[in-house]
């Protein structure tokens, strides 16, 4: 398959807020730009099972993104433009997963959030193996990208409660639990252990703010 150049996206992240779609044989060609277990935890990330990794349907995501704009083609050199390109920044210089899921009294929808050093990325599956994304405002920051989440969900499900179960690689998962509780206050549990749980109830905002940075922080050789 010709080079795609992978620079950094940085600059793209912070002109982009719409949301974006790639179909399942994008996103394959996407991870397939990394390599090892990067590739491995993004295809698990995105539910892409192993089967579908195959050079046939990555050469068709690129040739989907090429018709799309998000590709250009000078030489054997392929170039990734957009939301096509941060996507791949994030994906294949990650730092962090967080798995997102947002309980509501009709059932459970489900998210993942991508953090690498330059780019973070806000990704929901859709139909046939979509997923839509939309990019965090690098002034904005992490931990206020996925209150926003929260606050979205809770205006259309007030009662509704929100999982957060965030991964560096190769360490184990944090849990984190969050519920509104009335007045602008949210209940709030950590959880390390089955059985075992840091609850404190009636948190102010700015308080949730700081666990959710905690909860998403990168090793500081990663944050540089």
């Known amino acids: 398959m010709p080079e795609t150049n992978t620079a950094p996206a940085a600059a793209d992240a912070a002109q982009t807020t719409a949301v974006a779609g790639y179909g399942a044989a994008e996103i394959v060609y996407l991870i397939s ?3 090892g277990a990067l590739r491995d ?4 990330a995105l539910q892409v099972r192993p089967e579908a990794m195959t050079e ?3 050469a068709l995501g690129a040739s989907s993104l090429l018709a799309r704009g998000e590709i250009t083609a000078d030489g054997g050199t392929m170039e990734l433009r957009g939301g096509a390109r941060i996507l791949n920044q994030a ?4 730092v962090r997963w967080t798995e997102v899921a947002m309980v509501n009294g009709t059932g459970v929808e489900a998210a993942l959030y991508v953090q690498s050093r330059d780019v973070s990325v806000f990704l929901q599956p ?3 193996g979509t997923w839509f994304m939309v990019v965090t405002d690098p002034q904005a920051g992490d931990a206020r990208m996925l209150k926003q989440v929260m606050d979205s969900n809770l205006a259309r499900h007030p009662e509704a409660a929100m999982y957060f179960g965030s991964q560096l690689a190769g360490l184990p998962k944090d849990h984190f639990f969050v519920r509104a509780s009335g007045d602008g206050l949210w209940d709030v549990a950590h959880v390390e252990k089955p059985g075992e749980q840091d609850r404190t109830d009636g948190v102010g905002t700015q308080e949730l703010l700081a666990r959710l940075a905690g909860l998403l922080a990168l090793p500081a050789e990663a944050a540089q």
């Open 56 to 58: 046939q349907i990555a």
């Open 91 to 94: 994906l294949n210089a990650a």
């Open 126 to 128: 859709a139909a046939l």
């Open 41 to 44: 935890r993004n295809a698990a």
């Open 33 to 35: 730009q990394g390599s």
